[in-house]
């Protein structure tokens, strides 16, 4: 459906211009070799290449490259915004962007849920916890590996999308780029700050992170709120992971039924209004901990102001996931081979 057709579309256009060249080539020629030339030299005909836009509908432009032109100043000339730059870049997928070449610039958005007759697409959400160069615990990244996780997305052409893209993905507002990831940081240890902040910019990375807040400035090795007020200024989002880190699904021993939920409501608005409050924001994305949740702390949750839930259940998320149960890979094997498996991005499954 979607991207197929489009990839048709491009080729058809393609194909088009391609005879509308020829076939005007054709005519001059045999117009310059059936005039009579009455003794004179025949006039020297110069052909110049098309440029720029050659052909517009209410789909498409059709635009010849003139030479320094690039997807994010297209975007900027076609589409409104230059962020939009991954629309003509996943159209137009192995044609360079140079002088000469012809590009399709889609103008209008489609395929929001990334459907197609092969089946669609899926967002991994990536998490990690803290970081470290000589690592004991399994959720503990060592420095070198996370660099080549890295590395291997922005050399493997995935991007890493927020989770307000995500939102908008699995509430069918918008589509989003083909190979879309979103990286999440769990519990909030200083090494999201001092480690993965730094090598995330190194990238033109942003990531979410899930924050606790009675850990937040207790120890040397807790994130503070000015750190986190930083890393939202340069585009990180933040999102709760409760109070305590407190298990909502369970009742403890000798904890009465009234006394649970009062917990259960504690660790989830205390959270949320401490965050809004140190962060001046609306805080609507929360993980539960250990990734465990039931019926009544779905219902709570979405009382209280979530949007977006997730658990540590394995998988992609496609556009019809509910809201509030979205999963997430937590990655805690260090070599490539595992870490290439959690990126899948499309689900095959035939709609024919």
Same mark, same amino acid.
Not at 47 to 58: A, Y
Not at 197 to 207: D, E, I, Q, V
């Given at each position: 459906?979607?991207?197929?057709?489009?990839?048709?579309?491009? &080729?058809? !256009?393609?194909?088009?211009?391609?005879?509308?060249?020829?076939?005007?080539?054709?005519?001059?020629?045999?117009?310059?070799?059936? !005039?009579?030339?009455?003794?004179?030299?025949?006039?020297?005909?110069?052909?110049?290449?098309?440029?720029?836009?050659?052909?517009?509908?209410?789909?498409?432009?059709?635009?010849?490259?003139?030479?320094? &032109?690039?997807?994010?100043?297209?975007?900027?000339?076609?589409?409104?915004? =230059?962020?939009?730059?991954?629309? +003509?870049?996943?159209?137009?997928?192995?044609?360079?962007?140079?002088?000469?070449?012809?590009?399709? %610039?889609?103008? /209008?958005?489609?395929? /929001?849920?990334?459907?197609?007759?092969?089946?669609?697409?899926?967002?991994?959400?990536?998490?990690?916890?803290?970081?470290?160069?000589?690592?004991?615990?399994?959720?503990?990244?060592? %420095?070198?590996?996370?660099?080549?996780?890295?590395?291997?997305?922005?050399?493997?052409?995935?991007?890493?999308?927020?989770?307000?893209?995500?939102?908008?993905?699995?509430?069918?507002?918008?589509?989003?780029?083909?190979?879309?990831?979103? %990286?999440?940081?769990?519990?909030?240890?200083?090494?999201?700050?001092? +480690?993965?902040?730094?090598?995330?910019?190194?990238?033109?990375?942003?990531?979410?992170?899930? +924050?606790?807040?009675?850990?937040?400035?207790?120890?040397?090795?807790? +994130?503070? !709120? =000015?750190?986190?007020? &930083?890393?939202?200024?340069?585009?990180?989002?933040?999102?709760?992971?409760?109070?305590?880190?407190?298990?909502?699904?369970?009742?403890?021993?000798?904890?009465?039924?009234? =006394?649970?939920? =009062?917990?259960?409501?504690?660790?989830?608005?205390?959270?949320?209004?401490?965050?809004?409050?140190?962060?001046?924001?609306?805080?609507?994305?929360?993980?539960?901990?250990?990734?465990?949740?039931?019926?009544?702390?779905?219902? %709570?949750?979405?009382?209280?102001?979530?949007?977006?839930?997730?658990?540590?259940?394995?998988?992609?998320?496609?556009?019809?996931?509910?809201?509030?149960?979205?999963?997430?890979?937590?990655?805690?094997?260090?070599?490539?081979?595992?870490?290439?498996?959690?990126?899948?991005?499309?689900?095959?499954?035939?709609?024919?």
């Amino acid at each position: 459906m979607g991207l197929s057709r489009n990839r048709k579309n491009q &080729e058809g !256009w393609r194909s088009i211009f391609l005879l509308w060249i020829g076939g005007g080539l054709f005519v001059l020629s045999a117009c310059v070799t059936a !005039w009579p030339t009455f003794g004179t030299p025949s006039p020297v005909v110069s052909e110049k290449p098309p440029k720029g836009e050659v052909f517009r509908s209410d789909d498409y432009v059709v635009y010849v490259m003139a030479g320094g &032109e690039t997807p994010k100043s297209l975007a900027k000339s076609f589409l409104g915004d =230059a962020r939009k730059f991954w629309i +003509i870049e996943d159209a137009n997928e192995g044609v360079s962007f140079r002088r000469g070449n012809t590009v399709v %610039i889609p103008l /209008k958005e489609e395929n /929001k849920g990334g459907l197609t007759a092969r089946g669609y697409q899926t967002v991994p959400v990536l998490t990690y916890h803290h970081f470290g160069k000589g690592c004991k615990s399994p959720y503990c990244m060592p %420095i070198a590996v996370f660099d080549k996780q890295m590395k291997y997305l922005k050399q493997n052409g995935y991007r890493v999308i927020s989770l307000g893209k995500l939102r908008d993905f699995v509430q069918y507002r918008h589509a989003i780029p083909k190979k879309s990831v979103v %990286i999440a940081i769990d519990d909030g240890n200083r090494s999201a700050y001092e +480690i993965a902040y730094p090598m995330l910019k190194k990238y033109g990375y942003k990531a979410t992170l899930f +924050i606790y807040t009675d850990f937040v400035g207790v120890s040397k090795g807790a +994130i503070t !709120w =000015a750190q986190l007020r &930083e890393m939202k200024a340069a585009g990180f989002e933040i999102g709760s992971h409760t109070k305590s880190h407190s298990d909502l699904t369970k009742q403890r021993e000798g904890e009465s039924h009234s =006394a649970y939920m =009062a917990r259960v409501k504690s660790e989830l608005i205390v959270s949320k209004r401490l965050l809004d409050e140190k962060l001046k924001q609306d805080t609507i994305y929360l993980a539960f901990p250990y990734g465990r949740y039931n019926e009544r702390v779905l219902s %709570i949750s979405e009382q209280v102001g979530y949007r977006l839930g997730f658990s540590v259940r394995r998988g992609g998320n496609p556009f019809f996931a509910d809201p509030l149960r979205l999963k997430r890979d937590q990655i805690l094997k260090r070599e490539m081979e595992t870490f290439a498996k959690r990126l899948k991005t499309f689900y095959e499954f035939s709609l024919k």
